[in-house]
């Protein structure tokens, strides 16, 4: 029988892994959340609320995430696929989900220009693509906020987006 449900508030710099049920809740603007779930006879869910796409320490991404290093999509992502991997859990059957990376500074930019959320989308993009493992939804971009409801017992992602940010 699967331990009583929790709920839980993921801030900006955060992640989590969960082996018993939980329900967490982020909020994102630029900001990126990777959900990774892998169902088998223990369900494990594992989020993340990425700040920043790089963290420059010459280390990174370090075996073990130091503090702050989970404020970087590249050090996050890569800290969860790993202890998905070093748990047994196989790349086929990890289910991977991307949400915001929106432009919540939406003043007058040249289109071309990489902003702080988009540079988060690639990051991640890029991780998921170099570890050959498999997106299976994503809502990304744009210039609305988006609240997320992770569940890491099913790994359900429920999403509500916020108001248009250029009013």
């Not at 859990?89 to 040249?110: P, Q, S, Y």
């Not at 299976?136 to 359900?156: A, C, M, Y």
Request: proline residues 5%; glycine residues 8%.
């Amino acid at each position: 029988m699967p331990a009583p449900q929790s709920d839980l508030i993921l801030a900006p710099g955060e992640l989590y892994i969960g082996f018993h049920p939980a329900k967490v809740r982020t909020i994102l603007g630029s900001c990126v959340s990777v959900t990774l779930f892998h169902k088998g006879p223990r369900p494990m869910g594992a989020i993340c609320h990425a700040r920043l796409p790089h963290c420059e320490h010459p280390l990174a991404p370090a075996i073990l995430i130091r503090d702050g290093d989970s404020h970087y999509m590249d050090s996050a992502l890569t800290f969860m696929i790993r202890l998905f991997r070093e748990m047994g859990c196989r790349d086929e059957n990890i289910e991977v989900k991307l949400f915001g990376g929106a432009n919540m500074f939406n003043r007058d930019t040249d289109r071309n220009m990489m902003t702080v959320g988009l540079r988060n989308i690639q990051t991640a993009m890029e991780i998921i693509n170099r570890e050959h493992l498999h997106l299976i939804s994503s809502d990304v971009g744009g210039n609305k906020s988006r609240s997320l409801l992770f569940d890491t017992h099913s790994g359900e992602v429920l999403l509500r987006r916020g108001t248009n940010t250029d009013t």
